[in-house]
């Protein structure tokens, strides 16, 4: 086993490290050796520390009454950590949410030594990049195919799909359970969605989509604005799609882009980024990252001006030349 050197913060959590209740009764025999594993996993803070700790504990105590070695290659196997979730689940010791996290905790203590006969650890995918946004051609495009639809049903849900995603930046998801009624105009004449959902949240919509989506959400009234009678839908906006008419000469026409055109104007708005953030449910900032070389670029004069932010008053001391800070 190949000891880490770690940060002497950790090393101090992992010292004085102490269960509670029947884990305690045999941590001085299995103490060392869970220690051993953190130090190994080469934890990056104190509480991802903690946390490893915790499981591996409750896995070595679990060991000692099950009379398995205490041995890493005995149990940090994949079959034992396996027969550990279960013997646990049965019993009722631990949560169920708290058993699946237990699982991912001691899986990653068991890859950081390394054990014969364990399973390889799983590849890591590339993450998706956030899909392209539309030019302003083509979202002129899109709302030129919505009006040509031959049916009034259709043309109503394609409109309403346009100004959600590029009013409100509602993804797929978003749009499951979205009504008529979950549209509403304010006393200050703004237009609000309420999204529900796994990112509960209400969007202001971008005005050049507000008085259309008012008009098609009381066409809708208490009924599903994308159609279909059930919230829990997969396939949320297939069925609008694939009755889309014509269209041919036009790219192909996703929520996601949809989404990203709406995020990124706000972001040539230079909308604050928590604001945009709450808006659009994200936690990250990651997709906003994959757009920002969709922004045009700036004049090197706008450039200096914007890093000198000569509207801002800083209130500091002044300082002479030379004079110690």
Not at 273 to 297: E, I, K, N, V
Request: positive net charge; aromatic residues 4%; glycine residues 6%.
């Amino acid at each position: 086993m190949t000891v880490v050197a770690i940060g002497a913060p950790i090393e101090s959590v992992i010292q004085s490290y102490a269960p509670a209740g029947d884990v305690a009764a045999s941590w001085e025999v299995t103490a060392g050796l869970v220690r051993s594993w953190v130090r190994c996993a080469a934890p990056g803070h104190r509480r991802r520390a903690l946390q490893l700790l915790y499981a591996g504990a409750h896995l070595a105590a679990w060991g000692v009454e099950e009379h398995i070695p205490l041995r890493t290659d005995a149990l940090l196997r994949d079959t034992t950590i396996e027969r550990f979730c279960s013997t646990v689940d049965r019993n009722q010791r631990i949560a169920a949410s708290t058993r699946a996290t237990m699982r991912s905790r001691l899986r990653f203590l068991a890859r950081a030594q390394s054990i014969p006969g364990n399973l390889p650890p799983t590849p890591q995918f590339a993450r998706a990049a956030t899909m392209a946004p539309y030019s302003s051609i083509e979202v002129a495009g899109f709302f030129v195919l919505a009006q040509s639809q031959s049916r009034t049903d259709r043309r109503q849900r394609l409109l309403a799909l346009l100004c959600l995603g590029l009013g409100a930046g509602c993804a797929s998801v978003d749009l499951r359970d979205l009504r008529g009624t979950d549209v509403r105009v304010r006393d200050d004449d703004s237009v609000v969605v309420t999204v529900r959902g796994s990112r509960p949240r209400e969007v202001t919509v971008l005005d050049s989509y507000a008085s259309l989506l008012v008009a098609l959400a009381d066409a809708a009234g208490t009924e599903l604005m994308i159609g279909g009678v059930k919230p829990d839908r997969r396939a949320v906006t297939g069925i609008v799609l694939a009755n889309v008419e014509g269209g041919r000469d036009l790219p192909m026409l996703a929520a996601s882009r949809l989404r990203s055109t709406w995020l990124v104007t706000h972001l040539r708005a230079q909308t604050r980024l928590d604001t945009l953030m709450s808006a659009a449910g994200l936690t990250s900032l990651t997709s906003l990252q994959d757009l920002l070389h969709y922004l045009p670029d700036q004049e090197e004069s706008v450039v200096t001006e914007q890093l000198r932010a000569k509207s801002i008053e800083h209130k500091l001391p002044r300082l002479r030349p030379g004079s110690p800070t």
